[in-house]
């Protein structure tokens, strides 16, 4: 049995859909009772911030598909071992290669490293650069009208589909990826602009792209999020702390087949957007 966090997430839906098609049997961690899950997993209701709520989920699991971040994932982890559990694939973050304890992101994404790593259990570490999913971010303006305005116009990301995230985790599961390191990108480096016109092509839509300044950028994020994450975010992608244009062959390495495109995302959300 796998446990699947973030089942209702971009990423841990691709892993709970991909476990149950090729017929493992899955479970996804829910906060609500209610959750929309794909089709082939039970649910079990738990919060990653209460070690203590996670004990029915637990039970019966071989690996566990673990988001990072939380209050307590030593806690977390020793609950785990004691429930029989063998191995976690972990959902890191480029940035834990950093080791940054000034960055609020690196910070979360080292201490869960090492947490796993100081566990006992085995352990894979998948360290993805931002998802293509993250283009979701620009579903208001959209509905809006036919302009995107985006943050860090002039920062190319390998941006990486979910789904691939997925497929590596489903493969990395099933053993024989213990103690690895998987850096994980799509197939090529896109900034905004190239995204955006991307998603025009696909929506057949006639979209307008505007790269908001720095100063435009800094007060959206500030609205959004908490001030440590606009600061994490203004060193990765200011400072340049960050590097997410590198393409990596890992996803094809591990899978056999070539990391989705841009396009490829898009076609497949293509309803999101309309
Ligand atoms: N976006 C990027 O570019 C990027 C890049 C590298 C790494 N990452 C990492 O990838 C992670 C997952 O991304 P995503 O896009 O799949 O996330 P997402 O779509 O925002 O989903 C987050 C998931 O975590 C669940 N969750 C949140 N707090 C929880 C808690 N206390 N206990 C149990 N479950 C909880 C949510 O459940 P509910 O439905 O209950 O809210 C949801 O299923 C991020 O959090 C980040 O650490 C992201």
């Known amino acids: 049995m796998f446990l699947v966090t973030g089942a209702t997430g971009n990423v841990g839906a691709e892993v709970v859909s991909a476990l149950a098609k090729a017929g493992e049997p899955v479970r996804a961690l829910v906060r609500r ?90 352990w894979t570490f998948l360290r993805p650069r931002a998802f293509m999913s993250n283009a979701l971010r620009w579903l208001p303006q959209l509905r809006e009208g036919d302009t ?47 995204q955006v016109a991307v998603l025009a092509e696909v929506l057949g839509r006639d979209l307008e792209f505007v790269g908001l300044s720095d100063e435009e950028t800094r007060a959206e994020l500030e609205a959004s999020m908490p001030r440590e994450y606009v600061e994490a975010f203004w060193d990765f992608y200011v400072g340049g702390t960050l590097d997410e244009a590198t393409v990596y062959p890992t996803v094809a390495e591990v899978t056999g087949r070539q990391p989705g495109t841009f396009a490829g995302w898009a076609a497949a959300h293509a309803d999101a957007f309309r």
């Open 148 to 194: 995107v305005r985006a943050q860090f116009p002039e920062v190319p990301v390998a941006c990486i589909d979910p789904a691939d995230i997925a497929a590596v985790a489903v493969r990395a599961l099933a053993g024989g990826h213990e103690g690895r390191i998987h850096e994980l990108t799509g197939p090529v480096a896109l900034r905004p602009a190239d």
């Open 33 to 122: 009772p209610d959750a929309a899950l794909p089709d082939g997993a039970e649910a079990a209701l738990g919060d990653l911030n209460d070690p203590g709520s996670l004990g029915d989920a637990l039970k019966g699991v071989d690996g566990v598909f673990l988001l990072a971040g939380y209050h307590d994932m030593p806690g977390m982890l020793a609950r785990a071992r004691e429930a029989g559990v063998r191995r976690i694939v972990l959902l890191s973050g480029g940035s834990a290669a950093l080791a940054k304890m000034d960055n609020a992101v690196s910070a979360y994404m080292t201490l869960a490293e090492r947490a796993v790593r100081e566990s006992g259990l085995e």
